[in-house]
């Protein structure tokens, strides 16, 4: 988004013109809605006034909240789930410490934040966005680069969300974010307090040792590393967040043994956010399961278990994996794949589908494994627990 555009949309005849438009415009068409919009408004200003409309509609699809921010695309796609940004907003809140967002983007931690009466404010080094974040925020944002922060980071809790994008497309380089994954994590180390949002498949190797790690989870969709430095963390501690339910797995928790046993009766299919965060072990404890290979999260058990944190089966039958034996089976139990899993197995759902063809019957879950060196088909029925 340019600076003028920027301006227009901040300032009292963009926000005039913003709430006084009607519902029921189509915003499913920028084009469409534009040439509606110029009935009325001049040709900048109705484009600009289109595309706040399709983005917010766009936003409240993706967040499942309708609010009155401004957009860009860019910064949208970027944007932390309210939910996420709520969760970390409670938790700095507790700090009593002045809070400053070195990469605000469209303000979406930062307004979070002040929404909690916490003193805070935002950097961000693209103008048109800073201002539309003092704008979504009601708190200052200033122009400048996170790598060097115009702030004694050293009486502050600092948020940084590294930019994962060069030039159009997405990187997944910690060496080319912005500012360096390198630099981010210095500075959250100088702070008194500090957290870093890290995407999920982040290699290992980038993760500070003896930091508090947190893989938070929203429905079925894995949003962010969380890594906490300073004042409130807790070195070394590993867990697991799922959102919006709010259950947590922790690494002081008992952990089954590793050695695996043979499958039973109930399968569980752990979460992401447990693998992520490699607390499979302590998950199967939590259950009363066991491992079925110690490379592979699928857990078993001779009794049914329920938790957020996985989803539990029956399982109807076992067979090593052939195409055609297992099109087989499906036809004589009259199954059909409703879902279809898999975990360290070469093929994909979508793939795996295909070779099945169309089958009638009743519906089942199909979990494709390797159990030492077995390529393994469990036929499942998916359990839910007692309401």
């Known amino acids: 988004m340019d600076l003028a555009r920027a301006r227009y949309l901040v300032s009292p005849a963009g926000k005039s013109a913003l709430a006084s ?27 600009a006034l289109a595309e706040q409309l399709t983005l917010r509609a766009r936003a409240s699809r993706n967040h499942g909240i309708s609010r009155e921010f401004l957009y860009t695309a860019e910064g949208l796609e970027m944007m932390t789930h309210p939910l996420v940004a709520a969760r970390r907003a409670d938790r700095l809140a507790v700090y009593e410490r002045d809070v400053v ?122 949003r962010e590393l969380t890594i906490w430095f300073g004042q409130g963390a807790e070195p070394g501690i590993r867990r697991a967040v799922l959102l919006p339910a709010g ?19 109930f399968l569980f299919d752990p979460e992401s956010c447990v693998t992520r965060s490699t607390l499979v072990r302590q998950l199967a404890h939590r259950l009363g399961a066991w491992m079925l290979d110690p490379h592979i999260a699928y857990l078993s058990a001779d009794a049914a278990a329920f938790s957020p944190l996985a989803a539990t089966f029956q399982v109807l039958d076992a067979l090593p994996f052939s195409v055609s034996r ?18 360290a197995f070469p093929v ?36 839910f627990a007692p309401a």
């Open 247 to 265: 259950e947590t797995l922790e690494s002081t928790e008992p952990e089954t043994p590793p050695e695996p046993r043979p499958p039973a009766t």
């Open 101 to 222: 967002d070195l990469t605000a983007g469209l303000g979406g931690d930062l307004h979070a934040v002040a929404a909690r009466d916490v003193p805070c404010a935002g950097l961000e080094r693209e103008p048109a966005t800073a201002l539309l974040a003092a704008a979504n925020t009601g708190v200052p944002v200033v122009r400048g680069d996170a790598a060097h922060p115009p702030f004694d980071v050293a009486r502050l809790a600092v948020v940084l969300d590294p930019s994962r994008r060069a030039g159009t497309s997405r990187t997944f380089d910690p060496a080319a974010y912005s500012p360096r994954w390198d630099a981010a994590v210095a500075i959250a180390t100088s702070a008194a307090a500090g957290v870093i949002k890290a995407q999920p498949g982040i290699d290992a190797s980038y993760i500070p040792p003896g930091i508090e790690l947190e893989a938070v989870q929203l429905g079925t969709s894995m």
């Open 348 to 383: 994909e759902p979508d793939e795996m589908r295909k070779l099945l063809g169309r089958l009638e019957g009743d519906p089942v879950t199909l979990l494709f494994t390797t159990i030492g060196s077995q390529r393994t088909v469990f036929i499942c029925r998916r359990l």
């Open 21 to 47: 438009l009607p519902a029921g415009l189509p915003v499913e068409s920028p084009g469409r809605l534009a040439t509606a919009l110029r009935r009325t408004f001049p040709a900048a200003e109705a484009s």
């Open 326 to 343: 297992l099109k087989e089976r499906m036809r004589q139990g009259r199954w059909r794949a409703d879902e279809i899993r898999r975990r």
